[in-house]
């Protein structure tokens, strides 16, 4: 019976010591995973797995979040036309085409995009130019030009505005060079 006693006696007073010790080094509240949040637990796994460095020690990960959030891209579409009478296309003449913010009559139409196209032999030529969405103004007017150029120099261009985006008109169109 006193074996048993001691032998309490002494468990009981490890533990007292061991709680002590662990209470005097550890912060007064550790983080739970509810409260380090999902991100944490990604870094353990990616850990685990050896896919990246992590944060595992501070609890955060070793990687800030972007300012800035991911582009997304939206597309003009549509065909160009030229007149058959004015030649053929011939390997290296190119197309470029561009999407102006043509709102400001006073100063020279503002670049949103633009695109270069290595003329087929097929006519119409399709093209897809890709914009950045913030990049647009509901309150502005924007149009597509087009370009038709051999051997660097201007042969042919769209002379009517086309209109795009913003004040009901559409991402489709079909531009005529001149």
């Not at 309490?8 to 380090?36: C, K």
């Not at 032999?121 to 150029?149: E, G, M, T």
């Not at 201007?154 to 009901?168: M, R």
Request: with cysteine; proline share 6%.
């Amino acid at each position: 019976m006193k074996v048993n006693c001691i032998f309490s006696l002494f468990v009981v007073s490890y533990t007292a010591l061991v709680i002590a010790i662990t209470g005097y080094f550890l912060p007064p509240h550790t983080a739970t995973a509810d409260e380090l949040g999902s991100q944490m637990m990604f870094d353990v796994w990616k850990h685990r797995n050896g896919e990246a460095d992590t944060g595992l020690l501070t609890g955060r990960a070793s990687k800030p979040k972007s300012a800035e959030p991911p582009m997304i891209s939206a597309y003009i579409r549509g065909n160009i036309y030229f007149n058959k009478q004015h030649g053929v296309l011939l390997s290296g003449d190119e197309l470029e085409i561009k999407l102006l913010d043509v709102s400001r009559q006073d100063a020279p139409a503002a670049v949103i995009a633009t695109q270069s196209i290595t003329a087929q032999r097929q006519v119409p030529v399709p093209f897809k130019i890709s914009y950045d969405p913030a990049h647009i103004n509901p309150a502005h007017r924007y149009a597509v030009q087009a370009r038709f150029l051999r051997n660097g120099r201007e042969c042919f261009i769209n002379t009517t505005p086309c209109y795009v985006i913003t004040h009901g008109h559409t991402n489709n169109v079909n531009i005529f060079l001149e």
